[in-house]
């Protein structure tokens, strides 16, 4: 007597296993970094305005702000490169002021399947120490 191994399995979920590694196979998680440093003087201000993630501060004997913000994006290739595209970042120095603000310029989406969009953010900044550098 000969067994039946595939017989013994249902068509759907074979079907469903198949569809599974097609879609895991096709994901493309996209890193990019953006890095910024400006000098800064005792007193100038710094403003973090993002729409997700986190941000991690820290300080040394340094005169500069130095910024950096990490995305990665998941999906396709082709949805990870939108999503990075569509994600707004902005790094300036605008007198006593450096701002960071990142922003999801795209409409989100909802359901269970779907996160929205599939982004993570860091970001991270090193700051003067207070008080002589010397």
Wanted: glycine share 6%; hydrophobic share 40%; proline share 5%.
């Amino acid at each position: 007597m000969k067994a039946r191994i595939l017989g013994s399995f249902h068509p759907t979920a074979i079907a469903a296993v198949c569809l599974a590694l097609l879609a895991t196979s096709a994901r493309a998680d996209l890193e990019d970094r953006i890095t910024k440093s400006f000098p800064v003087q005792p007193g100038d201000k710094l403003v973090a305005e993002l729409d997700r993630g986190a941000i991690e501060v820290s300080s040394a004997n340094v005169e500069t702000v130095e910024i950096e913000v990490t995305r990665k994006a998941g999906g396709t290739k082709a949805q990870a490169q939108r999503t990075l595209d569509t994600h707004q970042v902005t790094i300036r120095q605008t007198g006593n002021r450096v701002e960071i603000r990142a922003k999801y310029d795209a409409e989100k989406s909802i359901g269970w399947f779907r996160r929205s969009p599939e982004l993570q953010v860091k970001c991270r900044v090193l700051v003067p120490r207070p008080g002589p550098t010397h």
